[in-house]
């Protein structure tokens, strides 16, 4: 029988004896109130009832003790699978006081942060994570105390020796005893093959910028001097050549945003922006692929002539890109809108279409590097897949989200929404 169904069935037979024998031996003092019984006979059954309870305690009494026994056993097998998994994982684990301090480390955790047990022991978390960009280290430390949880955040370690590398952290609350459980991987050698990709795409693409820049040149230059008696084929040729000169310079340029929005190297430049102003020259960018498709501009500016700080390259590259790919996926006739309207101290900014729309599941991955939904794919319209990766590392950049919403055939909305200061 299992344990559970033993434990349940002792319980039931004890509840039922004490029962019982409360029944009788109320049944006894009414009998003998009620009846002039032998003082013999009374001792008897007194003696009878101090037997049975004593049989009941006894039974009660080797229960819990069987019960205790085979808890103690269970949570030690636990605690000692546990401890032999912390012990000989690969991946680093630290146990954490509410304080921070260490008390406990593996061997993993020991070889990662480059000291033995001595020199780790009794030292905060605190310091050993270096401060970075992408997180607030006061804020990760306070969760770290408060028991919250903190899943797979990328953070610099200083080791015991002085080398910094990079790791993929966690915590969580250790059972109840108030300690915290942390894990440590290192991804050191990713981050240096990422950074190492990234700062070689940057000097590739800026090295290509002279080149391309010459041949357009060229081409402009060329253009010029057969004007007048260049044949039809030669303008086609010209037209093709011009038509991938730009799709080179389109693609240099994201290639470039891409790596320096990843390594970290772009430099914000902050300055007023008149958001009127701003939409108006955006719309004038896309006024002649907007009028050879014949599409209904709608803008809304709320407030009108709305001037704030912040960057306008990226601002730019945020919605050049978004009303790129709107004028891009409309057909003939269709509608595009963009607005903007202040709310307190955020700025959001709307820019939807009637166009093709995106595969509602597909929406996931949509802001993936070099990811292409199925539609535009099929659409016959040219690109690199970069254009709303760029967009959602800009948006971050300036400290804001975005978020869509679309189906096949329904059209997109884009909908950004950033942090902004109001200067008037």
């Known amino acids: 029988m299992a344990p559970v169904k033993k434990i349940k069935l002792y319980r039931f037979i004890e509840k039922l004896a004490l029962v019982l024998l409360v029944i009788w031996t109320v049944g006894v003092v009414i009998l003998a109130s009620q009846q002039d019984l032998a003082t013999n006979y009374v001792l008897a ?9 004593g049989i009941i305690l006894m039974v009660q009494r080797a ?47 020991k070889y990662l942060l480059q000291g033995d047990e001595a020199a780790v022991l009794s030292v905060n978390i605190s310091d050993f994570i270096l401060p970075d960009e992408g997180v607030d280290t006061d804020v990760l430390i306070g969760k770290i105390k408060a028991g ?15 080398e910094t590398i990079w790791t993929i952290f966690a915590a969580v609350p250790y059972r109840n005893s108030g300690e915290r459980l942390v894990s440590l991987v290192d991804v050191t050698d990713q981050k240096n093959i990422d950074t190492a990709k990234s700062e070689f795409v940057a000097l590739a693409t800026h090295q290509l910028r002279t080149p391309i820049a010459a041949i357009r040149w060229n081409v402009e230059l060329l253009e010029r001097s057969l004007r007048e008696i260049k ?9 093709k050549i011009y038509r991938n000169v730009h799709r080179m310079i389109d693609l240099i340029n994201d290639f470039l945003s891409v790596s320096k929005l990843e390594m970290g190297t772009y430099a914000a430049e902050i300055k007023n922006i008149n958001l009127t102003d701003f939409f108006t020259s955006i719309a004038d960018e896309f006024a002649e692929k907007i009028n050879e498709k014949n599409i209904a501009l709608e803008r809304t500016d709320n407030p009108p002539q709305l001037v704030i700080k912040s960057d306008s390259r990226l601002l730019h590259i945020v919605v050049s890109n978004l009303v790129s790919n709107a004028v891009k996926y409309l057909n003939s006739d269709g509608k595009l809108m963009f607005r903007y309207e202040l709310e307190g101290a955020n700025l959001k900014i709307q820019i939807a279409d009637d166009g093709i729309g995106i595969p509602e599941k597909e929406l996931d991955n949509l802001f993936t590097k070099f990811y292409r939904a199925t539609n535009a794919e099929s659409h016959h319209t040219e690109g690199t897949g970069l254009g709303l990766y760029i967009v959602k590392q800009s948006v971050e950049q300036l400290g804001g989200e975005i978020k869509v919403a679309s189906d096949t055939d329904k059209g997109a909305l884009f909908e950004i929404s950033l942090p902004v200061e109001v200067v008037s």
């Open 45 to 53: 059954i007194s003696v009878t009832f101090i037997f049975l309870l």
């Open 63 to 109: 229960v819990d003790s069987w019960l205790e026994i085979s808890a103690s056993q269970s949570n030690f097998a636990e605690a000692d699978i546990f401890n032999s998994l912390y012990d000989r994982s690969p991946v680093g684990y630290l146990t954490l006081d509410s304080s921070g301090r260490i008390t406990k480390a593996n061997q993993a955790a």
């Open 148 to 162: 919250i949880i903190i899943n797979d955040e990328e953070l610099p370690i200083k080791t015991m020796a002085g």
């Open 231 to 239: 044949t039809d084929a030669q303008g086609r040729y010209l037209v």
